[in-house]
C-alpha cells in the first residue's frame, strides 16, 4: 500500500527550505551538515529525509524553489496599458520588494549554486534568464538606438541594472517595501537618463 502524504507536507517541505537556506547562507554550503539543518528546523534528521535524499537535493529545492517563485512573480507582473518608462519602472520594483525576504536565499544561490550537477544549474539559469530577457526588452523599449539595436551594449545595461538591484540587497536588506520602491525609482531614474542620452 502507497505510504500517503501527510497534511502538514508542504508546511514540513517549505519550513526544511527555509532553515537549509538560513544554513546554506551562514555556514557556507560545503561546511553545512545534515545535522545543522535538523537543529535548525527542529526536527530529526530522518524527518529531513523523508522529504530530500541528501544535501545536494535540499540545495537544489532551495534554488529552484526560490528561483521559480521570483520568475514567476516578476514575469507575471501586469503592465497592461503602461507606457515604456512605466513599464520598466514597474518591473525593477517588482524584483526589488520580490527580494525582500529572501536574503538567504539570494546568498545561496550566489555562493553555492555552482554545487550542483550541471543540468540542475541550466534549469535554474533558464528561470534567471526569462528574468533577465524581461528587464532587456523593457530597457530596449526605453533606451536610444544604439543600445537597443547592439546585442552587448543592451545586455551590458541590462547586467548593469541587476547589478543596482543586487547592491541594494547586500547593503539594505532589512528594508520594507516604501524603500524597495524609493530605490526602485531611482534604479530606473539612472538607468533611463542614460540610456536615452547614449
Known amino acids: 500500500m502507497a505510504r500517503t502524504i501527510a497534511k502538514d507536507h508542504d508546511h514540513k ?13 551562514e555556514q557556507g554550503f560545503d561546511r553545512a551538515s545534515m545535522t ?13 529525509y523523508h522529504y530530500y535524499d541528501s544535501k545536494d537535493a535540499v540545495l537544489f529545492g532551495v534554488l529552484d524553489t526560490y528561483l521559480c517563485e521570483l520568475r514567476d512573480r516578476v514575469c507575471s507582473v501586469d503592465v497592461t496599458g503602461l507606457v515604456p518608462d512605466q513599464r520598466l519602472r514597474r518591473i525593477v520594483s517588482e524584483i526589488l520588494l520580490a527580494y525582500q525576504g529572501a536574503d538567504n536565499e539570494h546568498q545561496v544561490q550566489i555562493s553555492a549554486m555552482s554545487a550542483l550537477p550541471e543540468p540542475q544549474q541550466a534549469l535554474l539559469r533558464g528561470y534567471q534568464r526569462e528574468l533577465v530577457h ?3 526588452d523593457a530597457l530596449a523599449a526605453v533606451a536610444s538606438d544604439e543600445i537597443a539595436q547592439d546585442p552587448a551594449k543592451l545586455r551590458a545595461t ?22 524597495r520602491e524609493g530605490y526602485a525609482e531611482m534604479v530606473a531614474d539612472l538607468t533611463m537618463n542614460g540610456i536615452k542620452g547614449q
Open 13 to 25: 517541505r517549505t519550513q526544511i527550505l527555509t532553515s537549509a537556506a538560513k544554513v546554506f547562507a
Open 36 to 48: 545543522q539543518l535538523a537543529r535548525e528546523c527542529g526536527i530529526s534528521k530522518a524527518n529531513i
Open 134 to 136: 524581461l528587464v532587456s
Open 158 to 179: 541590462t547586467m548593469s541594472v541587476f547589478g543596482m538591484l543586487n547592491w541594494y540587497y547586500m547593503w539594505n536588506s532589512g528594508t520594507g517595501p516604501e524603500a
